[in-house]
């Protein structure tokens, strides 16, 4: 795998992390947890996603949090709800954050979020 690939993945799944991580949070909070979804557009912030990266790109790599039963696309199909509070913790754990290899900043804007994963 070439170092643009392996960039392109890492940002996937910080994504991915970035995704779970932010819904967990809004679920913790009692006026948040009824309405616990979050658009792309706050996705592509708080995962730090470079402009090089589309938005249908971005979208379809979370298909398989969605197909896991993790989260629900909204109507829209440019948001997701939190579906699975239990599955999307053991999700994170099993798909820590990796180095960049080229690099630079670590992490997204949601990594330290105290949700104990």
């Known amino acids: 795998m070439t170092t643009h690939e392996e960039r392109r993945e890492?940002?996937?799944?910080?994504s991915r992390r970035a995704l779970l991580r932010m819904l967990l949070h809004r679920a913790e909070l009692p006026l948040l947890a009824p309405i616990a979804e979050m658009s792309l557009?706050?996705?592509?912030?708080?995962?730090?996603?470079p402009v090089g990266i589309g938005d249908v790109?971005?979208?379809?790599?979370m298909e398989g949090l969605v197909d896991a039963g993790i989260v629900t696309p909204t109507r829209s199909s440019m948001?997701?709800?939190?579906t699975d509070i239990r599955a999307?913790?053991?999700?994170?754990?099993?798909?820590p954050d990796?180095?960049?290899p080229?690099?630079?900043a670590e992490g997204t804007l949601f990594e330290a979020l105290p949700v104990g994963v």
Do not use: T
Not at 41 to 49: D, I, K, N, S
Not at 57 to 61: I, P, S, T, V
Not at 79 to 82: E, M, Q
Not at 88 to 95: D, Q, V
């Open 79 to 82: 948001a997701w709800r939190l």
């Open 98 to 100: 990796r180095p960049n």
């Open 41 to 49: 557009a706050e996705l592509r912030c708080a995962a730090f996603v």
């Open 102 to 104: 080229m690099g630079g």
């Open 88 to 95: 999307a913790i053991r999700w994170l754990r099993g798909h």
């Open 57 to 61: 790109d971005l979208a379809g790599e």
């Open 10 to 14: 890492l940002y996937f799944l910080r």
